[in-house]
């Protein structure tokens, strides 16, 4: 095994060779296949045992910012090896389980969205994602408080990523109420594993939009008082 080659490299110029023979591979697929020729179980054991720290911290995307609760424990920023240099969350399996999550976020002005119903979307991939790899958007009030929020966590259909998926659409569309001080959004992983984005689009749409989420659930009258009653399973 030659560890000195970067096999993020090598997926590269594997996916270019497959191509020139009419097939075509994600960029996901191939680093796999490498990982696999370079004795691994798979692309997250290879980057663990391979990597570890060795590429360093990733140049993040001006006007972005890091955030979450195990944050240190992922490499985060632009994927420079990946087709078009998407962004990447990437769990740093060396440093043991993952509890927590890590995001690539914005903050910004709300006023100006005031009154009006965005829409949320992104071109989001992973890889061998254990727990979860999505979008997320918040707003909150002047005093810091959420009146607004999804991340997709709780959809039966089109939800949260994981496992290892090809590139595929996901948006969240809320509500902005008057008054509201600050957009929160961006790209999370919780758990273990990788994740791309390499679009994210916000924009107003109109009311013919359906919210995918609109504050918080609020029942007409108490239930399930005794828990006897239990939740469908997504």
């Known amino acids: 095994m030659n560890a000195s080659r970067d096999p993020k490299a090598m997926a590269k110029i594997l996916r270019g060779d497959v191509a020139a023979y009419g097939l075509e591979l994600s960029h ?3 680093l796999e296949i490498v990982a696999h020729q370079l004795g691994h179980a798979d692309w997250n054991t290879a980057a663990a045992t391979l ?3 060795r590429f360093g911290p990733l140049q993040l995307p001006m006007g972005w910012q890091v955030a979450g609760s195990n944050a240190t424990d992922y490499r985060i920023g632009i994927d420079p090896d990946a087709p078009g240099a998407p962004v990447t969350i990437q769990s740093l399996e060396h440093r043991g389980p993952h509890l927590g999550f890590a995001t690539l ?7 100006a969205f005031a009154g009006q119903r965005l829409q949320l979307s992104a071109d989001l991939s992973c890889a061998h ?4 790899a999505t979008i997320w958007m918040r707003i909150d009030d002047e005093h810091g408080r959420n009146i607004r929020f999804d991340n997709m966590e709780d959809r039966r259909v089109d939800g949260v990523l994981q496992g290892t998926q090809d ?5 969240i569309v809320l509500n902005v109420p008057k008054g ?4 929160n959004y961006g790209l999370y992983l919780r758990g273990q594993g990788q994740c791309w984005s390499r679009r994210f689009d916000l924009q107003t749409v109109g009311a013919d939009v359906p ?3 609109d504050g918080r659930k609020v029942h007409d009258q108490p239930m399930n008082m005794n828990f006897a009653e239990r ?3 997504a």
């Open 180 to 183: 509201s001080h600050t957009l």
């Open 28 to 30: 996901s697929q191939c």
């Open 231 to 233: 939740s469908v399973m």
């Open 105 to 111: 976020m914005q903050m910004v002005d709300a006023s």
């Open 129 to 132: 994602v254990r727990g979860a």
């Open 211 to 213: 919210t995918t989420s």
């Open 167 to 171: 590139w595929t659409e996901r948006r």
């Open 51 to 53: 990597a570890g720290d």
